[in-house]
């Protein structure tokens, strides 16, 4: 799927969209840390029920590597800054001091959802249960995002 590659030398100007934090409900940024991490304010939370290349990985399929965990990235941000999301942390145990969210927007519904449909994050089954499984099957079906062959 990916393998970590070290540093990549290309870097990704991050522009800021804004989430809306259902708890309180102040326009907060919203920043893309991974393809499937995001940053609330101030605080990292990891999509729930997804896993996402990290920024260093490389995808291949059959073709010629690429940046996948960079683009990956970029769609998150892309995403975040086209959309209105609303993030919910999540009040589970911390994976690695980690937080967890579920971030929605009212144009595509589940972000993660999204991301995994479009093939840019995969079902994390030990959280999720299979909740994305099918979504997963999906992409990888059509050879979306991450499960291209470029």
């Given at each position: 799927?990916?393998?970590?590659a070290?540093?990549v030398g290309?870097?990704v ?6 989430a809306?934090?259902?708890h309180?409900?102040v326009?907060?940024?919203?920043e893309a840390?991974?393809g499937?991490?995001v940053?609330?304010g ?5 999509l ?7 920024v260093d ?5 059959e ?5 996948c965990?960079v683009?990956?990235?970029a769609v998150?941000?892309k995403?975040?800054?086209?959309n209105?999301v ?21 144009r595509?519904g589940d972000?993660a959802l999204?991301l995994i449909?479009?093939g840019?994050?995969a ?9 994305y499984a099918?979504?997963e099957r999906d ?8 499960w291209s062959?470029?």
């Amino acid at each position: 799927m990916w393998r970590s590659a070290g540093i990549v030398g290309i870097g990704v100007s991050a522009i800021l969209g804004y989430a809306v934090l259902a708890h309180d409900r102040v326009d907060t940024r919203i920043e893309a840390i991974t393809g499937n991490t995001v940053r609330i304010g101030a605080d990292p939370a990891r999509l729930w029920g997804t896993l996402a290349p990290p920024v260093d990985a490389h995808c291949a399929g059959e073709g010629i590597p690429w940046s996948c965990g960079v683009e990956a990235r970029a769609v998150l941000q892309k995403f975040v800054d086209q959309n209105r999301v609303e993030c919910r942390v999540e009040p589970m145990p911390q994976v690695d001091g980690e937080q967890v969210a579920r971030c929605d927007s009212a144009r595509h519904g589940d972000v993660a959802l999204w991301l995994i449909r479009n093939g840019w994050a995969a079902d994390y089954f030990p959280e999720s249960q299979g909740y994305y499984a099918l979504a997963e099957r999906d992409a990888r079906q059509s050879r979306a995002g991450i499960w291209s062959d470029r």
